[in-house]
């Protein structure tokens, strides 16, 4: 065991705190949302899936990247690319907290922008365009958002 913790380990509370409350603070992490859904709605992997933000961004964006490769194989326009990418990121904002659509959506609009246009990857700013699809990637997943 290691004797430097050992003071941490012994030591009282910090001035100031009863030592019943300890100094840790209520944050409803990812984690704390999926264990009140499973509470209400039982043990599935598609439904922890469904309150999980993080796994959502992950779909987000390989889901997006996937859309691009095979958009960019069929000749699809970079107008039709980054409509599907929006219409992924609405889907995968669905009934969740609208500040938490948010990460899906820049990261919708990051994925458009590296990748819509043949862009291999290297992101760029086109001014005005890219700043209408990030309003555009930002408005459909706040609208796709359930819960304030």
Known sequence: MSRRQDSVKTAGPLPGTDHDEGVT????SDRTRADEHRHHHGESLAGYLM?????????VFWGGLALCDIADAAGASPRITGSLLVV???????????????GGALVGWLVFVGFANGAQGQLRWGGWPDAAWLAVFVVAALLAGGRR
């Open 25 to 28: 603070a209520p944050i409803l």
């Open 51 to 59: 309150t999980v933000a993080s796994a959502r961004v992950f779909v």
């Open 88 to 102: 992924l990121t609405a889907a995968c904002s669905l009934w969740l907290p609208r500040t938490r659509t948010l």
